[in-house]
């Protein structure tokens, strides 16, 4: 009975963790980028670009694509399906244009795990030539899932792909 006792705390411990854990996240990177801001926003606003750019859009170039809308506009749609497990399978919609400064997207996971997150790229003046362009990413992960985050470094896996875009976007415009 003891053992039996001992092996029941043992699993109930991550579940009664996971209750006090955060289930929120929000990752953000930044780059200055030698170009116009209207240009700039001009060119991330279009989901279809990301191709040329995106870490996660370049890791399988094979992976099956379709769209729905009119690109560069609210509600259009780009789903992917890879058999790359890193990949995976999902779909991100543009749910709000402001011109010139900020593009949003939501972001729902199929494969390997389903999920849901929001991403939106801004776009201020650094100077009269210069785009501070920003890139984030803001989610959560429903208990008890989110103890998860406890073993994963989120800030440091999603952080380190937002960078990699935004420094191949920056190499784009300044090459």
């Given amino acids: 009975m003891t053992i039996v006792l001992i092996v029941l705390i043992i699993i109930a411990i991550p579940f009664v963790a996971a209750l006090f854990m955060k289930k929120n996240y929000t990752i953000e990177r930044e780059v200055i980028i030698n170009k116009p ?35 560069g506009t609210v509600g259009f749609s780009s789903a992917w399906k890879s058999n790359n497990k890193q990949v995976g399978q999902g779909v991100q919609t543009i749910t709000s244009i402001i011109d010139g400064k900020r593009l949003d997207v939501a972001v729902h996971f199929i494969k390997p795990f389903e999920g849901n997150a ?29 103890i998860m985050m406890a073993f994963m470094n989120m800030e440091k896996m999603i952080g380190n792909d937002l960078q990699t875009n935004l420094d191949n976007l920056k190499k784009l415009f300044e090459k």
């Fill in 118 to 146: 929001g991403s939106y790229i801004t776009t201020a003046d650094a100077s009269q030539n210069q785009t501070n362009i920003k890139w984030g990413i803001n989610g959560s992960m429903k208990y008890p899932m989110n």
């Fill in 37 to 71: 801001k209207q240009q700039v926003f001009d060119y991330i606003k279009f989901i279809k670009n990301q191709d040329h750019y995106s870490k996660w859009q370049m890791m399988d170039p094979t992976a099956e694509k379709t769209y729905k809308g009119t690109d």
